[in-house]
């Protein structure tokens, strides 16, 4: 039987560390642009275990509809080269968050590096990373975690 209810929601804020008792936690969410089916599905275990909630798109610009009210806490993209949208999804996560910390697989050329720096300096974007290859459990978790920290949601995790 759980102890309380919906209003006994306590909210810590991680920078100041002031409690907050009357504010609801939202879940955190973990959303995964994919033009190509699978990148949401190889982090779905991982991200279930770690109780983040996904949200897949094919399009970035689909992000704030589906998104609502939901915690973004981070940003996964699978692309083949910096395109039209990886820029939109860099011009969204400015608008939601400069410091949203964003993920892209990509592979590791000049043209790719040059792109995304000018991108994250022209919007001012804090935590951008890329890597060649989908990122494998301990790298994936580590996004996460350090991820669920900014929002102060790194709390107890199931064993």
């Given at each position: 039987?759980?102890?309380?209810?919906?209003?006994?929601?306590?909210?810590?804020?991680?920078?100041?560390?002031r409690?907050c008792?009357?504010?609801?936690?939202?879940?955190?969410?973990l959303?995964?642009?994919?033009?190509?089916a699978?990148l949401?599905?190889?982090?779905?275990?991982i991200?279930?275990?770690?109780?983040?909630?996904?949200?897949?798109?094919?399009?970035?610009?689909?992000?704030?509809?589906r998104?609502?009210?939901?915690?973004i806490?981070?940003?996964?993209?699978e692309?083949?080269t910096?395109?039209c949208?990886?820029?939109?999804?860099?011009?969204i996560a400015a608008?939601?968050?400069?410091?949203?910390p964003?993920?892209f697989?990509?592979?590791?050329?000049?043209?790719?590096?040059?792109?995304?720096?000018?991108?994250?300096r022209?919007?001012?974007?804090?935590?951008?990373?890329?890597?060649?290859?989908?990122?494998g459990i301990?790298?994936?978790?580590?996004?996460?975690?350090?991820?669920?920290?900014?929002?102060?949601?790194?709390?107890p995790?199931?064993?």
């Amino acid at each position: 039987m759980p102890f309380g209810n919906e209003e006994d929601t306590w909210q810590i804020d991680p920078l100041t560390s002031r409690v907050c008792p009357v504010a609801k936690l939202r879940d955190p969410v973990l959303v995964v642009v994919e033009p190509n089916a699978g990148l949401a599905s190889m982090v779905a275990e991982i991200c279930d275990f770690l109780r983040v909630d996904i949200i897949a798109v094919i399009d970035p610009r689909d992000i704030q509809e589906r998104v609502g009210d939901a915690q973004i806490i981070a940003v996964l993209q699978e692309a083949d080269t910096v395109d039209c949208a990886v820029y939109d999804l860099l011009m969204i996560a400015a608008s939601l968050d400069p410091n949203l910390p964003i993920l892209f697989v990509l592979p590791d050329d000049a043209q790719n590096r040059g792109a995304l720096d000018a991108a994250q300096r022209l919007w001012q974007l804090t935590d951008i990373a890329s890597m060649p290859r989908r990122p494998g459990i301990r790298r994936l978790i580590d996004f996460l975690f350090r991820a669920g920290r900014r929002f102060g949601r790194t709390g107890p995790m199931p064993v």
